[in-house]
């Protein structure tokens, strides 16, 4: 019993049947639980679809209001007012074809068994088309274009009596009061659209209008045609709809269906109809055509980002990693990390700028100790090979009197190099601020860095397992640590400019000033080279002054031939950096300048070995006048002041 109740209850309310008084009207917003009178294809499907027809090819379907209307008014025998509107909608798999079409239709019967499908809509077939025993007032939607019947084209909304063969058709299109201007429309495109039927009796006309779903009723008309439809019409008459299937697969339906005999039909709750089916050609087509393409092409121009992302960053931290270096692996660094520690080589954190590249501070992030790295850009591919392993093995020796060499990294046209951070910088910016009078250095401290600097020599010369030419001595490759101790850095550095160098071109590496005269003959490159550098580097500390001093006069520019020329008028101390004043050791002070004259000897056998030069230096050998002898063959030019 609640069952049955509740079945009522819902018939009654999802059919939104309004069935009036002698059934003069009826509103049906949906088909849900409607009672109407089907034939072929048609059926009401389970959402509250009225499907004319479906997919069965060459078919036809029906549907009726199950009671017929009077039509006329029995005393005057004319044919009354009467109003309808319904949404429909029709659509193929095949987004050309949605034909060939409905109509909506007033008949004496509803017995259309031999009736046509195709273009005949359902309606009639080859010989009774035309005869007026017919009876037949119908709205066509035409989606097809037949000769047979005049059809003016495949997408046309026409008025027909007892035939196909329109009396007024017309374009599919509607009024848009808010454009002010006919729109087209296609009724096969899927899209649910409504339509108006109204005839007014005294005035004898029949209008009918069409719009798009969900716009308001156009003001104007799509057809007005001036008839009396009262000899056409007998009484009492069926109302409903006639549709044919395709060969293609098509679908039609109404969505809902409102009639109203002597006034105006009752407007549809668009809200409420019915949802159609997702399978619509459009609906589909939209997805396939528009959603998967989009979403394809977004997923690829991410994926294309996130590659070229990776790709960047690659390129950003990209080395140059050989199987030749594989001993060296311990010694290596990632450039990730290098350029991480710098701060990506930020202009903040640059030490200097030397002669072979820039200098710059950085933390290591995992050790967090402090270094120095140093870029050198070169080119040569040739001896690559032994200089890395050279810079390796250097990086292995441990003496306290070189700058520590942690590692090095190497990247396209570059290598880097890793050192122990020295805190106080390099030793000419002591010897040659300009900006203040201040004495930075004093003698004990300059003549410990000497000390340092010969030891370190001596190492690379004779006491480690090869010969190391350092090539560039100079107070700017002299660093000082925390407790201003001078260590040598930079070595071999000079030796990679070298390589793959056309001796016929020989550029020279080194620093003018500290080069030896032999170095513009034969450009080798051997201890003594260092020696003779290492003597301007004395008199460099003692003098307070560069090596060459391009800007003073002539005999004083070459600091080598002015300190001679001050010995051999016997004033050698007249030499030494104002800035020390009197305070100095006499006797090593005239040592160091005596020695710097000695190393710095144009003849290469007169220069003294490192370990000559050390034990003048520690006290162990005196420097005898008669070893300065050699000294007078220097040059004779400046021996005239
Ligand atoms: C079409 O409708 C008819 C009648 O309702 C039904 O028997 C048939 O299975 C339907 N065909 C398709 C393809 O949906
Ligand atoms: C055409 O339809 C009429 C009326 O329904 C019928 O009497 C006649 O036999 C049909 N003709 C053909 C050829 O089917
Ligand atoms: C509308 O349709 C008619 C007939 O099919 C055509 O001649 C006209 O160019 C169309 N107008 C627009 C704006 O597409």
């Known amino acids: 019993m609640i069952l049955k109740l509740a079945v009522l209850f819902l018939l009654l309310r999802r059919s939104s049947v309004a069935l009036q008084e002698d059934d003069l009207g009826f509103t049906y917003n949906g088909f849900q639980g409607v009672n109407m009178s089907l034939d072929g294809l048609a059926q009401i499907t389970n959402n509250g679809l009225l499907e004319l027809v479906n997919a069965t090819k060459q078919q036809k379907g029906h549907a009726f209001y199950p009671h017929m209307l009077h039509f006329m008014n029995s005393s005057t025998g004319s044919v009354y007012s009467f109003s309808t509107t319904f949404v429909f909608a029709m659509f193929s798999k095949l987004t050309a074809v949605g034909g060939p079409g409905m109509a909506f239709i007033i008949a004496p019967s509803r017995d259309f068994t031999d009736a046509l499908p195709g273009s005949y809509l359902g309606l009639f077939n080859a010989t009774n088309r035309g005869k007026s025993s017919n009876h037949v007032i119908a709205v066509e939607l035409d989606c097809i274009k037949n000769m047979e019947f005049d059809d003016i084209n495949g997408n046309h909304v026409g008025i027909d009596i007892n035939d196909l063969k329109s009396i007024e058709s017309t374009p599919a299109s509607y009024f848009s009061d808010q454009e002010n201007r006919q729109v087209n429309l296609t009724l096969f495109g899927g899209h649910a659209m409504q339509v108006w039927v109204e005839y007014s009796g005294s005035q004898r006309q029949l209008?009918?209008?069409?719009?798009?779903?969900?716009?308001?009723?156009?003001?104007?008309?799509?057809?007005?045609?001036?008839?009396?439809?009262?000899?056409?019409?007998?009484?009492?008459?069926?109302?409903?709809?006639?549709?044919?299937?395709?060969?293609?697969?098509?679908?039609?339906?109404?969505?809902?269906?409102?009639?109203?005999?002597?006034?105006?039909?009752?407007?549809?709750?668009?809200?409420?109809?019915?949802?159609?089916?997702?399978?619509?050609?459009?609906?589909?087509?939209?997805?396939?055509?528009?959603?998967?393409?989009?979403?394809?092409?977004?997923?690829?121009?991410v994926l294309v980002f996130i590659i070229h992302l990776i790709m960047k960053r690659e390129k950003k931290f990209a080395e140059v990693v050989e199987d030749w270096e594989l001993d060296y692996r311990p010694h290596r660094f990632k450039y990730k990390d290098l350029y991480i520690a710098t701060k990506g080589f930020k202009d903040a954190e640059l030490l200097g700028t030397g002669g072979f590249g820039k200098v710059y501070r950085g933390v290591l992030p995992t050790s967090k100790t402090e270094v120095a790295v140093k870029r050198v850009s070169y080119n040569s591919r040739q001896g690559e090979r032994e200089f890395v392993a050279e810079i390796v093995s250097i990086g292995k020796l441990r003496n306290r009197n070189i700058v520590p060499l942690l590692g090095y990294c190497r990247r396209k046209g570059e290598l880097l190099l890793v050192y122990d951070f020295m805190p106080n910088g390099s030793l000419d910016?002591?010897?040659?601020?300009?900006?203040?009078?201040?004495?930075?250095?004093?003698?004990?401290?300059?003549?410990?860095?000497?000390?340092?600097?010969?030891?370190?020599?001596?190492?690379?010369?004779?006491?480690?397992?090869?010969?190391?030419v350092h090539r560039d001595v100079k107070s700017s490759n002299v660093l000082l640590d925390k407790e201003l101790n001078g260590k040598l850095g930079d070595f071999g550095l000079a030796r990679l400019y070298d390589h793959g160098t056309d001796p016929q071109t020989t550029h020279m590496v080194g620093t003018l000033g500290y080069l030896a005269p032999e170095l513009f003959k034969t450009g080798k490159a051997n201890p003594s080279v260092d020696v003779f550098a290492f003597g301007a580097f004395l008199l460099e500390v003692a003098c307070g002054r560069k090596p060459i001093e391009p800007q003073a006069s002539e005999?004083?520019?070459?600091?080598?031939?002015?300190?001679?020329?001050?010995w051999a008028k016997g004033r050698i101390l007249l030499t030494v950096d104002p800035k020390l004043g009197m305070d100095y050791d006499v006797q090593e002070?005239?040592?160091?300048?005596?020695?710097?004259?000695?190393?710095?000897?144009?003849?290469?056998?007169?220069?003294?070995?490192?370990?000559?030069?050390?034990?003048?230096?520690?006290?162990?050998?005196?420097?005898?006048?008669?070893?300065l002898v050699f000294l007078s063959a220097m040059n004779n030019l400046c021996l005239v002041s």
Request: glycine share 4%; net charge positive.
């Open 589 to 627: 002070m005239e040592l160091v300048l005596k020695l710097g004259l000695l190393c710095s000897h144009s003849i290469p056998t007169v220069r003294p070995h490192m370990r000559q030069v050390v034990r003048y230096l520690e006290g162990e050998v005196p420097l005898s006048e008669l070893t």
């Open 555 to 566: 005999e004083c520019a070459v600091l080598v031939d002015w300190v001679i020329s001050y």
């Open 429 to 468: 910016k002591f010897l040659f601020d300009q900006t203040t009078t201040e004495m930075k250095l004093n003698w004990n401290q300059r003549f410990r860095i000497i000390r340092s600097v010969a030891a370190a020599l001596l190492y690379l010369h004779e006491e480690w397992e090869k010969v190391v």
């Open 207 to 301: 209008n009918v209008t069409l719009a798009p779903f969900d716009a308001p009723k156009p003001t104007i008309p799509l057809l007005s045609l001036n008839i009396d439809l009262s000899p056409i019409a007998v009484d009492p008459m069926f109302v409903g709809f006639s549709s044919a299937s395709h060969a293609f697969d098509v679908n039609h339906y109404v969505l809902g269906w409102s009639f109203k005999m002597n006034g105006k039909a009752k407007e549809l709750t668009l809200s409420q109809l019915p949802k159609l089916p997702r399978l619509g050609p459009k609906r589909k087509s939209r997805i396939y055509s528009i959603g998967i393409p989009v979403i394809g092409v977004t997923l690829l121009l």
